[in-house]
């Protein structure tokens, strides 16, 4: 199955740690993704990671990976205002479709 | 880097009429195309893989018949909605794959068509 899900909404206060949550069903995608929406704008992508590796800090963000779970999650240290957006975790389940989570609407709040 | 190009951003139309949405990349050619649909607090659903000079594919649940999907070129692919409703209602998003850039950096996105069907 291709399916992927995420919880709706993240509420965080700034200067704290996001940390958006990711399941997929797929086992087969050689990449996961992280992208971000701003509101009514199209998608921006954010960071990925290889379906080999276990971690990934890139800047404020850090993406692990649970292969046995098939769990993704996206942290964001030191979260801003800037930040408050719709992020989307991605697979692309052995063929070029970009299959997308069902989004997290983060609201950071001073 | 790659830039995709959606026209247009907004459209309001009358129930019964068509509307066409069309994605454009600019500076590089996509051998494949994809139209998004995107639902209030909800997924991002596929809705066709457009390849240039093909029929598209639809997935399950996409009515061909409604949408229509054109990909005449490499640069160009357009989405047509026709006889809308107000259930077509929806924000609608196009993604273009660019074979050079690999299965990360590859997918370059659109910035969206809000249609409103009154």
């Known amino acids: ?110 | 880097g790659a830039v995709v190009s959606q026209h247009p951003s907004r459209v309001i139309c009358k129930s019964g009429t068509s509307v066409k949405i069309e994605c454009r990349s600019l500076d590089f050619q996509a051998t494949t195309m994809f139209w998004y649909r995107q639902f209030p607090k909800k997924s991002l659903m596929l809705m066709a893989t457009s390849n240039e000079g093909s029929k598209a594919t639809y997935e399950q649940g996409v009515e061909k018949d409604k949408f229509l999907i054109n990909h005449a070129s490499l640069t160009l692919s357009t989405l047509t909605v026709t006889s809308a409703h107000p259930e077509d209602s929806s924000f609608y998003i196009c993604s273009a794959r660019n074979p050079r850039e690999g299965w990360v950096y590859g997918y370059t996105f659109g910035s969206g068509t809000r249609l409103t069907v009154v």
């Open chain 1, 1 to 110: 199955g291709e399916d992927v899900e995420q919880s709706l909404f993240l509420s965080v206060r700034e200067g704290d740690s996001s940390v958006i949550n990711c399941t997929y069903t797929d086992s087969s995608s050689t990449y996961l993704y992280w992208y971000k929406q701003e509101p009514g704008a199209g998608l921006q992508l954010l960071t990925y990671i290889f379906s080999n590796m276990d971690m990934k800090q890139d800047q404020r963000l850090t993406v692990l990976l649970n292969k046995k779970d098939k769990h993704l999650s996206l942290r964001i240290a030191d979260t801003q205002t800037g930040d408050s957006a719709i992020y989307f975790c991605a697979e692309t389940p052995n063929t070029d479709k970009l299959i997308f989570g069902t989004g997290t609407r983060l609201q950071v709040f001073p």
